[in-house]
C-alpha cells in the first residue's frame, strides 16, 4: 500500500516539495529556453532565405496578384451554390 502523506515527518514533506519545485522551475527554464532558440532560429533562416533568392520572391509578386483577384470573383461566384447546397442539406435533414 502506499504510505499516507500524514505518515511522513515534515522535514520529508517539505524536502519532497523543494525537490519539485526545483525540478518544475529547471523544466520550464529548459523549455523556455529552447522555444526562445528556436524563434531566434527561425527569424535567422528567414532572413538568409530571403537574402539567398530576393529575385524569385519580387518576380512572384506580381504573378500572385491578378491570380487573388480572380480567385475573390471565383469565391463570389461559388458562393450562392455553396449557399443552395448548405439550404438543400439542412432541409434534407428536416
Given at each position: 500500500?502506499?504510505?499516507?502523506?500524514?505518515?511522513?515527518?515534515?522535514?520529508?514533506?517539505?524536502?519532497?516539495?523543494?525537490?519539485?519545485?526545483?525540478?518544475?522551475?529547471?523544466?520550464?527554464?529548459?523549455?523556455?529556453?529552447?522555444?526562445?532558440?528556436?524563434?531566434?532560429?527561425?527569424?535567422?533562416?528567414?532572413?538568409?532565405?530571403?537574402?539567398?533568392?530576393?529575385?524569385?520572391?519580387?518576380?512572384?509578386?506580381?504573378?500572385?496578384?491578378?491570380?487573388?483577384?480572380?480567385a475573390?470573383?471565383?469565391?463570389?461566384?461559388?458562393?450562392?451554390?455553396?449557399?443552395?447546397?448548405?439550404?438543400?442539406?439542412?432541409?434534407?435533414?428536416?
Open positions: 500500500m502506499l504510505p499516507l502523506l500524514t505518515n511522513l515527518p515534515r522535514e520529508t514533506l517539505v524536502q519532497q516539495i523543494n525537490d519539485g519545485l526545483i525540478l518544475l522551475v529547471l523544466g520550464m527554464g529548459t523549455v523556455f529556453i529552447f522555444l526562445v532558440l528556436l524563434i531566434y532560429a527561425t527569424k535567422i533562416m528567414s532572413k538568409i532565405c530571403a537574402n539567398i533568392s530576393p529575385a524569385e520572391t519580387t518576380a512572384a509578386k506580381p504573378a500572385q496578384k491578378p491570380a487573388a483577384t480572380t475573390k470573383v471565383v469565391a463570389k461566384s461559388n458562393d450562392a451554390a455553396i449557399a443552395a447546397a448548405i439550404a438543400a442539406a439542412y432541409d434534407k435533414e428536416r
